[in-house]
């Protein structure tokens, strides 16, 4: 889990969302790497992983 209780919310949400992503600025969440599935990026990690599917 993530190293801030209030982050396991977080994680909580987006797995029972069945989400692909997290994106987040929060880089301790993102040291966290993936969780359950939900890969875990910043904002540009994100943009990025997006132009790559897009070509």
């Known amino acids: 889990m993530a ?6 919310l977080i994680l909580a949400t987006a797995v029972a969302c069945r989400a692909s992503y997290l994106v987040t600025g ?4 993102r040291a966290v790497g993936a969780f359950r599935g939900v890969a875990i990026l910043s904002p540009r990690e ?3 992983r997006l132009e790559d599917e897009a070509r």
């Open 3 to 8: 190293t801030h209780p209030e982050d396991d």
């Open 26 to 29: 929060d880089r301790k969440l």
């Open 46 to 48: 994100f943009l990025t």
